[in-house]
């Protein structure tokens, strides 16, 4: 940093190689994974036979990919990831609007339209947080039967939605609470009623927040694995379950390229969410703390 | 007929009750200005008035309407608070039309009216802009703009001019009395600055605890105030108040007070009260300690007097602390076991330490019960 009034002696600029080096060293051993995955994925399999796991491939393919993605078997079928991807598209998007939309509710109701009890009910809510997946599997699935819904994209969308809400108001409600109530009068006494307020005054300020609760929820929902084996049915599987079907395989040939491809291609749409918006991301969690 | 009429209006949070049996009326296009320390109620009252917050019993109408349980949108108001509190993804245009737009106005007469404000308020060419490219100033104009378009029976302005440096608070605060009385609007205002309050106001309650303890024009108020709170209260640099003893005196009235003047030995010092200022209570409290209330400007650098008259007493003190305040000079002296505060004209040059000679202008000075604090003459 150069703004900074450091000592300039040789045993202090000593200290600061040796700090620094430490640093690197660190940040290349939790990076070491993901290069070794990149690599593995792009290698054929006889390098991988041949070679050490760092080794740079002879020849850069994307056969694992193509495969990964169209063709490489998931328990019965083999058709590879695509169609899994899509199902977690189709879990996730949904998911995470709803789970949004209703912690933004919450939250505005939490602070906005206070009610006797309100304090009472969001430390309730808070527990949710707190709740293991496991706890709530059979519970869950009792209850998606009843509704008809097990087995099914919509019943995955809906544990994950309740599972969602707890995160999602704490996140909503802790940020109204810095906005003014004074602005809320004021559009009260401009004749706007409890939707308006919401719609027009309200969620146009949350940006930052709808920034964090989505990312949050995305790469939760995405990356949820105990759920979707779970409730998921055949038909509904995520891509997270799917990638477990492949890797898990006791048949045929490993093909580890192809594992690495896959895994990378699953975890991939959470690591682009957050290379998007995670400036937003972290503007959005000190948001409040700082007056805008 | 009265704009606005509250009637016998309480109001408690558990067990505190913050308003208590409140009634007050308000003429078409009057200013009434709600003043009080902090915790006094005022911006209670003006909640219950906006409809923000319900009473527990009483009643308010609007107009020849009883009001008590409409919503604020229903109520026929509008309100200037103290952070502004403006839309912050809206600009300034869509600020002061969005009450409009709520109100189903056709969006031609919306844009006619927005201009119109914006013209009386000067601020038409920050329209486009957004509240947090505008200064303090500037937004507070808004806030009066979205406030003033919608042409409601009644403005509420909660403390609007708390949060401007001091010298656009003074210039707003003429703006906000010309545009009263160019507009002839019914204003309720609340402010714990009683200099606001006495600029402003054509009536101003002064409230404590959850009461009005006096509603009055400022000159009431200030002259007569009905116990040592609002005399205290009301006036910069407060009013002095001096514990003295009511005796028999020979002079015109029968009475004088006596101050215990510890500086001068121990000697008590007699100040005559004045025979227009004697009332009946008087007679039965003589030999009692009182409280003599004297404001600032009611004492006068001797030499000051000397060629109108020989009125009011005489009083030699030290000055402690002198204040030049370019208008004039705030003096603090000692004057029997008391610090009290003169103010003294722009010329005087009077310095800390200097032997001082003052007289007191008993005609318009108060007279407080010890205990009760209330009025006696």
């Keep these: 940093m150069a703004n900074m009034v450091r000592r300039h002696t040789t045993s202090a600029r000593l200290w600061r190689a040796g700090l620094y080096t430490l640093l690197i060293m660190a940040a290349l051993v939790y990076l070491l994974p993901l290069v070794v995955m990149l690599l593995t994925s792009l290698k054929p399999l006889d390098d991988i036979r041949a070679g050490g796991l760092l080794s740079l491939p002879s020849t850069i393919s994307f056969e694992a990919w193509s495969k990964a993605w169209g063709s490489a078997c998931t328990g019965m079928r083999c058709n590879g990831m695509s169609g899994y991807f899509l199902n977690s598209i189709a879990i996730v998007v949904p998911a995470v609007a709803i789970s949004s939309l209703v912690g933004a509710l919450n939250g505005y109701v939490l602070t906005k339209w206070r009610f006797r009890g309100a304090n009472l009910c969001f430390a309730l809510l808070l527990f949710g947080c707190f709740v293991p997946f496991q706890v709530v599997l059979m519970p869950m699935a009792r209850t998606l039967g009843w509704l008809g819904l097990a087995s099914s994209t919509s019943g995955l969308v809906l544990v994950h939605v309740v599972y969602g809400i707890a995160f999602t108001t704490l996140f909503f409600r802790n940020y109204y609470v810095s906005i003014p109530d004074e602005m809320i009068a004021a559009a009260k006494l401009d004749g706007a009623g409890f939707w308006r307020i919401f719609w027009r005054i309200l969620l146009p300020v949350s940006g930052p927040i709808i920034t964090v609760t989505v990312i949050w929820q995305f790469t939760q929902i995405w990356n949820d694995f105990l759920f979707g084996v779970s409730f998921a049915g055949f038909d509904s599987q995520p891509v997270t379950v799917a990638l477990n079907n492949m890797v898990n395989t006791s048949t045929g040939v490993k093909e580890y390229n192809v594992d690495m491809a896959a895994a990378m291609i699953a975890a991939l749409p959470t690591l682009v969410v957050y290379v998007l918006a995670g400036k937003y991301f972290v503007r959005g969690l000190t948001a409040g703390s700082v007056k805008g | 007929m009265s704009a606005l009429n509250i009637r016998h209006v309480n109001k408690t949070f558990g067990s505190t009750q913050v308003l208590k049996d409140i009634s007050l009326a308000i003429d078409s296009g009057e200013f009434l200005i709600l003043v009080g ?309 722009p010329k005087s040059r009077v310095v800390a330490g200097d032997r001082v000679a003052l007289r007191a202008d008993l005609s318009r000075a108060v007279l407080f019960d010890e205990k009760t604090q209330r009025r006696l003459a």
């Design chain 2, 37 to 345: 320390p902090s915790g006094c109620g005022k911006s209670t009252l003006m909640n219950t008035i906006a409809g923000l917050e319900p009473v527990t019993s009483g009643e308010i109408r609007i107009g020849d309407e009883d009001v008590t349980w409409h919503t604020p949108s229903e109520r026929d108001i509008a309100m200037v608070f103290q952070s502004y509190a403006l839309y912050p993804s809206m600009n300034v245009r869509q600020n002061i039309s969005f009450g409009l737009e709520m109100r189903k106005m056709p969006k031609a007469q919306r844009e006619e009216a927005v201009s119109r404000v914006a013209e009386l308020l000067q601020i038409t060419p920050l329209l486009d802009r957004k509240p947090s490219q505008l200064s303090g100033g500037q937004r507070q104009r808004v806030a009066m703009g979205r406030a003033l378009a919608r042409e409601p029976q009644i403005y509420l302005f909660d403390e609007p001019l708390s949060n401007l440096d001091a010298k656009l608070r003074v210039e707003m605060r003429t703006e906000i009395k010309k545009l009263h009385q160019r507009l002839g609007t019914t204003i309720v205002y609340v402010t714990h600055d009683q200099i606001e309050a006495m600029t402003l106001a054509d009536r101003i309650a002064v409230m404590r605890d959850g009461e009005i303890l006096q509603l009055g024009t400022p000159h009431e108020v200030y002259n007569d105030p009905v116990d040592m709170f609002v005399a205290g209260f009301m006036g910069s640099p407060s009013m002095n108040f001096l514990p003295v003893t009511l005796v028999s005196h020979a002079g015109a009235s029968g009475y004088a007070l006596q101050i215990h003047d510890e500086e001068q030995g121990g000697a008590a010092l007699t100040l005559p009260w004045p025979v227009e200022r004697d009332t009946q209570e008087l007679s039965s409290r003589v030999g009692e300690r009182l409280i003599l209330g004297l404001r600032p400007e009611h004492f006068l650098e001797d030499d000051a007097i000397q060629e109108t008259s020989g009125e009011g007493t005489r009083l030699e003190v030290t000055a402690t602390v002198v204040e030049p305040t370019g208008a004039d000079t705030l003096l603090q002296a000692w004057l029997g076991g008391n610090e009290v505060t003169a103010r003294l004209g």
